[in-house]
């Protein structure tokens, strides 16, 4: 009876504090609940935030790569004119040249005219006794004569020329700086595109800090790529399975016209003579030809081991590597270190069937080299080719940059078989 009566009162004080702890969990549940919300809200403004810099991102970097290629063009215009410039120079010096020596040879014939007047040619005119030496002094003067006339009518060619000369100086010296003028124009305005770059890659830096968000952002960039690969890979397969269509038609037409011309001769021989010996005529199918046999220069299946780097460097990274310190990524192809605006050339001949900016690889040229083999250069500065342009191995495609939201300038060169990433130190040779 007392056990029962201890329970009761035991039960009597103990329940409001069990009240009381569950309503202090559901508050602190319903708290927990709304910070998911608003943390979910706040990852939203930040996915969205994020889309919109790597929208001005590829604005100021698609800017920067056709900067950097007018800045190059208006440079080798420069030099041009400085050359030109320097040539004419140089002509003018001889003239300058020309000109004091013909004034000399001028002041010296002047001289021993004044000097000697017209009292020789009077003294001939009035001496009669020897005429035939008269005859040779006077052809002598006219000689003379006519040599300064000459000296004369040269040296007013030399100033006209050289006046000439003086002018198209001027006019260079003028288109020259012309030149400069809107060459720093372009510089100033990619300085002030490269400042804004910064200012969105710093922004863009600050979104990506935390470790899952690099995690997303990469695989969605693989997602992009892969995206974009899968299409040029099934257009590929779609022209190539078109092509053989087309083959396998014209194949069976020349083989239906082969097998009528054969009937139709073996009938007439047959009219002519049923005694002659038949002969079998054999067919001669024509070549095979396919799209998907393009090959642009030899098969790119044979070059493994053999092929040139795309561009002079050291390995930054490595196929297969972990990206950073998330090795949940690996790296589906390498980053070669090099020099802003170095060229970055084909590894074989091929075919550009993408070049444009995407989303984790910037300013990106893919090369199509036949037989399901692809090629992939990326983070470039600017873009030499086109989309369809047929490029030969060794040719200048692009130029090393950093777009794509990297710190250094350095080409990320990837090779895909048959869909597959493959390892581009197999297919290139090794530096020494």
């Known amino acids: 009876m007392l056990r029962v009566l201890i329970a009761l009162a035991l039960t009597c004080l103990l329940q409001p504090a069990f009240a009381d702890e569950r309503e202090q969990t559901q508050q602190q549940l319903d708290a927990t609940r709304q910070d998911i919300a608003e943390l979910k809200k706040l990852l939203g403004k930040l996915q969205e935030e994020k889309s919109g810099v790597q929208k001005e991102l590829k604005g100021t970097e698609t800017e920067m790569g056709k900067l950097e290629k007018q ?3 208006l440079q080798k215009e420069l030099k041009k004119s400085e050359t030109e410039l320097q040539r004419l120079d140089a002509e003018k010096k001889k003239l300058q040249s020309a000109r004091i020596e013909q004034q000399r ?3 010296i014939q002047a001289r021993a005219a004044y000097k000697n007047g017209r009292q020789e040619y009077l003294k001939l005119l009035l001496n009669q006794q020897n005429p035939e030496q008269f005859a040779r002094t006077l ?3 006219d000689y003379l004569s006519q040599a300064r006339l000459e000296q004369l009518k040269n040296f007013n060619e030399t100033l006209r020329q050289l006046a000439n000369v003086e002018k198209d100086i001027d006019a260079q010296q003028a288109q020259l700086l012309v030149q400069k003028s809107s060459l720093d124009s372009q510089r100033d305005e990619l300085d002030k595109v490269r400042k804004e770059r910064q200012q969105v890659l710093a922004k863009l830096n600050e979104d ?3 470790r899952d968000q690099k995690l997303a ?3 969605q960039d693989q997602a992009d790529l892969s995206k974009v690969l899968k299409t040029i890979e099934e257009t590929l397969a779609r022209q190539a399975r078109e092509a053989e269509e087309a083959r396998q038609k014209a194949l069976i037409a020349q083989q239906e016209a082969e097998k009528k011309r054969l009937r139709e001769a073996q009938a007439a021989a047959d009219a002519e003579t049923t ?6 005529v054999k067919s001669t199918p024509g070549a095979l030809v396919s799209s998907s046999g393009e090959t642009f220069g030899g098969p790119f299946s044979s070059t493994r081991g053999k092929l040139p780097w795309p561009v002079d460097g050291r390995l930054l990274a490595r196929f297969g590597e972990s990206r950073g310190d998330d090795a949940r990524t690996k790296w589906d192809g390498v980053m070669i270190s090099a020099s802003a605006g170095s060229q970055v050339h084909a590894v074989h001949g091929g075919r550009v069937v993408f070049a444009d900016w995407l989303r984790g690889a910037g300013l990106l040229v893919i090369l199509d ?3 399901g083999f692809l090629s992939l250069y990326g983070h470039n500065q600017t873009l030499l080719k086109s989309a369809g342009d ?3 191995a060794g040719e200048s495609i692009s130029t090393v940059g950093n777009s794509g939201g990297q710190d250094t300038p350095a080409l990320y060169f990837a090779i895909r078989q048959q869909g597959h990433p493959s390892d581009p130190a197999q297919w290139c040779r090794v530096q020494g």
């Open 208 to 210: 990506v800090k935390a």
């Open 217 to 219: 952002s990469r695989e």
């Open 71 to 73: 800045v190059d063009a």
């Open 390 to 392: 047929v490029v030969k």
């Open 139 to 141: 052809t002598y003067y």
């Open 275 to 280: 005694d002659a010996p038949r002969k079998p």
């Open 369 to 371: 080299h036949g037989n």
């Open 105 to 107: 040879l001028i002041a």
